[in-house]
């Protein structure tokens, strides 16, 4: 050292990129082969090598350098598009040509929408904002593929090909989605939109606001119109079949709190041309279909921010040293590492429980019902818990979790989004109480599934019954909505794992520590207040770890 120098670094932790989350998380693996996916193992190692080597990197340039909207070209033409870094397209052919798009359209085989879960759940995890158009994309196929006129449509959405240009659909061989429901009066309340669809030639004219525009340099968008017959669905493409542009205006972005890489913006119809997917008035029960996908991948969202968060706070805790000893091996830290260890693994069984079901669900009326509800259910629940999640994350770093060069900052902005877009946790709530009171094979499907655990642990019957007798409570019924569907959720995530462990050893701690934690009363309303007892470096033994 120098003579004049102040101070040597040490007692840093090595950098945590690059790093492989597939090879590194046994739980990812074994999570995916128990619904289904272990066929998608060579897929998804791929897949992670590149998100941990090149798509991080990326998403930093993506992220850093922001989109801009470019209203008119220099010869005073409106142009309406936005710019991206270089980067961000690169995440985008990597999410579309990995199978995030349109693998389960493509392979309609079992399992496949859990592997292409897991798909999205690695890319999640080093890249947030591109998740929206790759989800979307994904989840318009249903309703794309009611109308046999848009069958081009359908399958080059479903292609393995990215194409950024801004060019009409016949000159390219992949295309993404995006969404327009939202308006200023109306918010959640869509069928309060003012928008207005009129019959013209072939299609409709629409003219009209959306509040928020997602992806505004997709290809098209399902968008929500009053027609004469009532609110109905339609697909607005970015240009006309006459290679015209359509007569949309996009008036500016969205500066929002994170998901920075992914532009959000407003967007004025004057004209624009819809093609009518469904019935005039069945515009709700249309889209419906692609809500319900896109809200699976918020609960995968939620799922892939906690791995990570997770990943980063072990890797630091197992290389700092604090008061002559590893941070790992501070008793009230280990405390809450294998807190956050135990949430993070529910909620992956949850989310791929999930996309199980959302798989067979074509097959299996009883499966599609399960899907239904605990789509609703996990995605109130787990999006929910992501942001205290991420950071208490944060607080296992100090400081260091709190600057730009942690992935814990970018973490930490992202983490709310999921539980506000595609409908906010009053929403959800509102809707599984729908499904149990509405539907009853929707609930009995949820006692069923619950049921399967009955026996297994001390504290889940009790809990189960609680859940029943909350589920028959018609008194002041919505305004105890989130106590109900938190405590469906928690009772529904021990019954995942109990089953689990019957047929794997390693996962007994889990659910153990889970039943005695979250369902008999005695877990604090904080990370780190599990019982002395539980054994912690079992539950810390199962996070994911940073490898190449």
Request: hydrophobic share 45%; net charge neutral.
């Amino acid at each position: 050292m120098s003579e004049f120098s102040t101070h040597r670094v040490e007692n840093q932790p090595p950098p945590f990129a690059p790093f492989d989350l597939w090879q590194g998380d046994a739980v990812l693996q074994a999570t995916v082969a128990r619904n289904g996916g272990a066929w998608g193992g060579e897929r998804l190692s791929d897949y992670a090598r590149a998100a941990g080597e090149a798509l991080h990197g990326w998403a930093l340039d993506a992220n850093r350098d922001r989109p801009r909207l470019v209203t008119h070209d220099g010869r005073g033409h409106r142009v309406d598009r936005v710019e991206f870094h270089p980067h961000y397209h690169r995440l985008m052919r990597a999410g579309v040509e990995g199978g995030i798009a349109g693998l389960p359209w493509r392979e309609q085989r079992a399992g496949a929408h859990v592997v292409r879960a897991a798909l999205m759940l690695l890319h999640h995890e080093v890249e947030q904002g591109t998740s929206c158009p790759l989800t979307m994309t994904y989840a318009a196929q249903p309703a794309l593929r009611r109308e046999p006129a848009l069958a081009e449509w359908a399958a080059k959405a479903a292609a393995p090909h990215y194409d950024g240009r801004d060019l009409p659909m016949v000159g390219k061989a992949g295309v993404t989605i995006g969404m327009g429901m939202t308006e200023k009066q109306g918010g959640s309340d869509v069928r309060a939109n003012s928008t207005r669809a009129t019959p013209d030639g072939d299609g409709y004219a629409l003219v009209g606001h959306k509040w928020f525009f997602s992806a505004p340099m997709s290809d098209a968008w399902l968008v929500l119109a009053q027609a004469p017959g009532g609110l109905s669905c339609f697909l607005v493409p970015r240009w006309r079949p006459d290679g015209e542009r359509n007569a949309l205006r996009l008036m500016r972005l969205k500066d929002k709190l994170g998901n920075w890489s992914n532009a959000s913006s407003e967007v004025e119809f004057t004209g624009a041309l819809g093609l009518r997917i469904g019935e005039e008035g069945r515009g709700v029960a249309t889209i419906i279909e692609m809500v319900a996908l896109t809200r699976l991948d918020c609960m995968l969202g939620a799922a892939a921010q906690m791995r990570m968060a997770l990943a980063i706070a072990v890797h630091h805790a197992r290389h700092r040293r604090t008061f002559g000893r590893p941070l790992l091996e501070h008793a009230l830290m280990r405390n809450v590492l294998a807190d956050l260890a135990l949430e993070s693994e529910a909620a992956l069984a949850l989310a791929l429980r999930v996309a199980q079901a959302v798989d067979a669900a074509p097959r299996d009326p009883r499966e599609a019902a399960f899907a239904r509800v605990a789509t609703a259910i996990g995605k109130y629940w787990l999006c929910r818990r992501a942001a205290a999640f991420v950071n208490e994350a944060q607080e296992c770093l100090g400081g260091a979790g709190y600057v730009e060069e942690s992935p814990l900052a970018r973490l930490y902005r992202e983490a709310p989004l999921n539980s506000i877009w595609e409908g906010s946790g009053n929403v959800q709530c509102l809707d599984v109480l729908r499904a149990l009171a509405r539907e009853p094979a929707t609930r009995d499907v949820l006692l069923a599934e619950i049921d399967q655990a009955r026996g297994l642990h001390p504290a889940f019957d009790p809990a189960a019954d609680a859940l029943r007798a909350a589920m028959e409570e018609a008194k002041a019924a919505e305004f105890r909505a989130r106590s109900i569907t938190e405590r469906a959720a928690l009772v529904l995530q021990a019954a995942i794992l109990l089953r689990a462990a019957r047929d794997d050893a390693g996962i007994a701690p889990v659910a153990d520590a889970f039943c005695r934690s979250r369902l008999d009363g005695r877990h604090g309303l904080a990370m780190g207040t599990l019982d002395p007892d539980v054994d912690a470096g079992a539950l810390i033994a199962r996070a994911p770890m940073r490898t190449f």
